[in-house]
């Protein structure tokens, strides 16, 4: 076991807890990182102004770099600093606050969600991309083109995806990238989110390259997060079976699965300039491997951090990140992930005959369901 492979791992969490013991900034020999583990460290570094999301020397992917998924890539505001971060963060970050939650909730019930596991599947990974879609703007027809366009997009993001992946991103890229240009386009275009987000980012900057470039990303962040939220969710119904679960309390489902086995267990910091976190000197050049999950389970953070409890009291974590770059479209990531469980509940779905894999990953747990 190492801190990579655990994200996968049937259950990494008491692994988790020897890394917290073994220090909670450490160095780890095999895989020639640091690894933040405990709640004091990860929020030290998510909060550092010299740990950046990307390497220097590295800003893009080198199996990215030089077609159109590397130039999407290099705009998004998750994989950037200062300015190039906070122009389109501003631009986005408070629309998507601002949405209407029941607006969500009909656009997820709108679908057809069966309880088999293509109908799984398809409200998992489709559904929520679809949504997206649909808020700013694009037909029904053409959001279930999107999503089909943003899985394919997703695989340039991992460094797992073969030469065939790759290439297919780069692909879907160049269309997603022509989809939004036609969608800021059209004169016809009534989606009250686009129309602001296009306010707010026109008076920051007039590259309109950066914005279709974090309109994709917002659909691509959609993508496997929100799946792997959903299908932990049902993997924690699952598992604790003596639990109340109707429609009310499934925010209190989510909120706990968030913390307890959330869908990205870690994510990575470089250091950019040597500094010093948590009594460890860092040099430029570094690699922190930040596992988030580890976090969630320091008794530091909470109390019994090993029970599942609905009705835990000040629960902490850091379900959607920290510091700046906390992930900007979390409150629609919740509406959407309680509306498709609550629909999925709905159908009379076998969640105790579920059973899973999970999805290559090195940082994200997203299971893959059958019956």
């Known amino acids: 076991m190492d801190p990579i492979i655990a994200a996968t791992h049937a259950d990494p969490y008491p692994y988790y807890a020897q890394l917290r013991a073994a220090g909670g900034l450490a160095f780890h020999q095999g895989l020639n990182l640091w690894v933040a583990s405990s709640a004091r460290a990860v929020a030290a570094v998510l909060e550092h102004p010299d740990c950046h999301v990307r390497p220097t020397d590295e800003p893009v992917p080198k199996a990215i770099a030089g077609g159109m998924a590397g130039s999407v890539f290099g705009r998004l505001m998750r994989m950037n600093e200062g300015p190039r971060q906070r122009c389109p963060r501003s631009a986005i970050e408070p629309e998507l606050a601002a949405l209407d939650c029941s607006e969500v909730k009909a656009l997820v019930t709108a679908r057809l969600i069966t309880p088999d ?174 596992v988030l999950a580890a976090a969630n389970r320091d008794p530091m953070l909470n109390n019994e951090p090993e029970q599942f409890l609905l009705d835990r009291a000040n629960r902490q974590s850091f379900r959607f990140g920290a510091g700046r770059h906390h992930c900007p479209g979390q409150g629609l990531a919740l509406d959407i992930c309680t509306a498709t469980l609550q629909a999925l509940l709905a159908t009379g779905i076998e969640v105790g005959g579920l059973k899973w894999v999970y999805r290559r990953s090195l940082n994200g747990r997203v299971p893959a369901f059958s019956f």
Do not use: K
């Open 117 to 290: 596991a293509e109908g799984l599947h398809n409200a998992m990974f489709r559904g929520p991309v679809c949504v997206v879609a649909a808020l700013l703007g694009f037909s029904p027809a053409h959001a279930r083109i999107i999503s089909e366009l943003t899985a394919e997009f997703v695989a340039c993001l991992s460094p797992l995806s073969d030469h065939a992946q790759v290439a297919a991103a780069q692909l879907a890229a160049e269309q997603l990238s022509g989809y939004m240009v036609e969608l800021l386009n059209d004169p016809d275009n009534s989606s009250p989110l686009l129309a602001n987000i296009r306010r707010r980012f026109a008076a920051m900057s007039t590259d309109q390259t950066v914005l279709i470039a974090n309109l994709v990303g917002l659909l691509s962040q959609t993508h496997e997060a929100t799946a792997g939220l959903i299908g932990n969710t049902l993997i924690a119904l699952h598992r604790h079976p003596a639990l109340p679960r109707d429609a009310a309390n499934i925010n209190d489902w989510i909120a706990e699965t968030l913390r307890f086995d959330p869908p990205v267990q870690n994510t990575r910091r470089f250091v950019a300039a040597a500094c010093e976190i948590e009594g460890v000197r860092l040099a430029a050049g570094d690699v922190i491997l930040v």
